[in-house]
C-alpha cells in the first residue's frame, strides 16, 4: 500500500492517479497511519507548512526510522523534494526529512506565472514525459549515490537513490501515470528485498 502525506498539498490528486493503475493508498496524516505502508509519496505544496506539520503530528520521526531500517519507499514532488533534500539553500532551519544527499533551491524557477510545461526524456520510459512545473525548486547538487533520471535545461528534475526518488515536476498533474507506476514498482521491489 502506499502512504499519501495528507497534511497539505495535492494529495488527491495522486490519490486519483494510483486509483488509475490499481495501487491502494491511504491518507497519511499521523505516525500511526505509516503502519503497512510499503511507499510514501510527498505531494506538492507549500514546503515549510509541510515539514512543520510533518514534524509536529510525528510523521517526520516515523518516516526516518521506517526509512533507515529499509522498510518504507519515498517519493517527493516539487514541495515534497524539498523535504527529502538534506540540503535547503538560504533556509538552514526550515523542517525536512533530509535523508537524500541533495542541494535545492526554493521557487528558483520563479513566482506562479513563471510556471511551464515541457517534454522530458527520462531514463528508462520509452517516449518522453510531459512533464509541468509549478514554482519548481531547482536542484542545485546531487550526492554520490544519487542517479539522474531526467534535467531540464541541465538541471536534474527525477533523481533517484536507492529507496527514494524526487520529481520536481508534478507527474499527478497529467494523464501519463508511468511515474507513478515506477514509484509503485520500487516501493514494492525495495520492501520485499528488505524483506527477504
Same mark, same amino acid.
Given at each position: 500500500?502506499?502512504g499519501?502525506?495528507?497534511?497539505?498539498?495535492?494529495?488527491?490528486?495522486?490519490?486519483?492517479?494510483?486509483?488509475?493503475?490499481?495501487?491502494?493508498?491511504? +491518507?497519511v496524516? *499521523?505516525?500511526?497511519?505509516?503502519?503497512?505502508?510499503?511507499?510514501l509519496?510527498?505531494?506538492?505544496?507549500e514546503?515549510?507548512?509541510?515539514g512543520?506539520?510533518?514534524?509536529?503530528?510525528?510523521?517526520?520521526?516515523?518516516? *526516518?526510522?521506517?526509512?533507515?531500517?529499509?522498510?518504507l519507499?519515498?517519493?517527493?514532488?516539487?514541495?515534497?523534494?524539498?523535504?527529502?533534500?538534506?540540503?535547503?539553500?538560504?533556509?538552514?532551519?526550515?523542517?525536512?526529512?533530509?535523508?537524500?544527499?541533495?542541494?535545492?533551491? +526554493?521557487?528558483?524557477?520563479?513566482?506562479?506565472?513563471?510556471?511551464?510545461?515541457?517534454?522530458?526524456?527520462?531514463?528508462?520510459?520509452?517516449?518522453?514525459?510531459?512533464?509541468?512545473?509549478?514554482?519548481?525548486?531547482?536542484?542545485? *547538487?546531487?550526492?554520490?549515490?544519487?542517479?539522474?533520471?531526467?534535467?531540464?535545461?541541465?538541471?536534474?528534475?527525477?533523481?533517484?537513490?536507492?529507496?527514494?526518488?524526487?520529481?520536481?515536476?508534478h507527474?499527478?498533474?497529467t494523464d501519463?501515470?508511468r511515474?507513478?507506476?515506477?514509484?509503485?514498482?520500487?516501493?514494492?521491489?525495495?520492501?520485499?528485498a528488505?524483506?527477504?
Amino acid at each position: 500500500m502506499i502512504g499519501i502525506l495528507a497534511v497539505q498539498g495535492d494529495f488527491r490528486e495522486h490519490e486519483q492517479m494510483f486509483r488509475k493503475i490499481g495501487v491502494p493508498t491511504r +491518507r497519511v496524516r *499521523r505516525a500511526a497511519d505509516l503502519v503497512g505502508v510499503t511507499g510514501l509519496v510527498i505531494p506538492g505544496g507549500e514546503s515549510t507548512t509541510i515539514g512543520k506539520l510533518a514534524r509536529e503530528y510525528g510523521v517526520e520521526e516515523e518516516a *526516518r526510522r521506517r526509512y533507515q531500517e529499509g522498510t518504507l519507499a519515498l517519493w517527493g514532488t516539487c514541495a515534497g523534494a524539498i523535504w527529502l533534500a538534506r540540503e535547503i539553500e538560504g533556509y538552514p532551519d526550515q523542517p525536512r526529512l533530509g535523508v537524500l544527499d541533495l542541494s535545492v533551491a +526554493r521557487n528558483a524557477y520563479g513566482r506562479q506565472v513563471e510556471s511551464f510545461e515541457t517534454d522530458l526524456e527520462i531514463e528508462g520510459f520509452d517516449r518522453p514525459f510531459h512533464a509541468i512545473f509549478i514554482r519548481a525548486p531547482v536542484i542545485t *547538487r546531487v550526492g554520490k549515490g544519487l542517479r539522474m533520471l531526467a534535467t531540464y535545461r541541465g538541471d536534474p528534475v527525477f533523481v533517484r537513490g536507492e529507496r527514494a526518488m524526487v520529481t520536481t515536476f508534478h507527474p499527478e498533474l497529467t494523464d501519463d501515470p508511468r511515474v507513478h507506476e515506477y514509484f509503485a514498482r520500487l516501493a514494492e521491489e525495495e520492501v520485499r528485498a528488505k524483506a527477504g
